[in-house]
């Protein structure tokens, strides 16, 4: 019903820049949260960034300044712009869905549970 395709992803030098695209069919964009989240080989998935119903961004401190999430509700495809990549950014990155937000947001965040939809991942190698 709800599918989520990632892609853009690769392998980069540090400092250069990816742009991942997430295409969603089955919804509408403007009905769900929507967020970037990686995996590391060994480590936990965490979120990178999250963009709500009415446009509100957040990110991760460890992006703030490099990485910027936006979507496209017509095209029904969300992006994640990565500039000023840096080896630490490795990882397989994940678009994911919220159906649960309001307004706002649905609860703390980054947290992988406020997530009922998944794409397949698609993985990103900065080296140096």
């Known amino acids: 019903q709800v599918q989520l395709v990632e892609s853009g992803g690769g392998s980069v030098q540090a400092g250069g820049s990816l742009r991942l695209s997430c295409a969603a069919s089955?919804?509408?964009?403007?009905?769900?949260?929507m967020g970037w989240f990686r995996q590391a080989p060994g480590k936990e998935r965490e979120g990178v960034a999250e963009i709500a119903k009415l446009g509100n961004v957040r990110y991760t401190d460890s992006v703030k300044g490099r990485f910027t999430i936006s979507k496209d509700n017509t095209a029904t495809t969300l992006y994640l712009q990565m500039n000023s990549l840096k080896p630490e950014d490795t990882a397989m990155y994940y678009c994911a869905a919220d159906s649960s937000c309001g307004f706002g947001w649905s609860g703390s965040p980054f947290e992988t549970t406020n997530y009922n939809y998944w794409g397949q991942g698609t993985q990103v190698t900065v080296s140096s």
């Open positions: 089955g919804y509408s964009l403007s009905n769900f949260c």
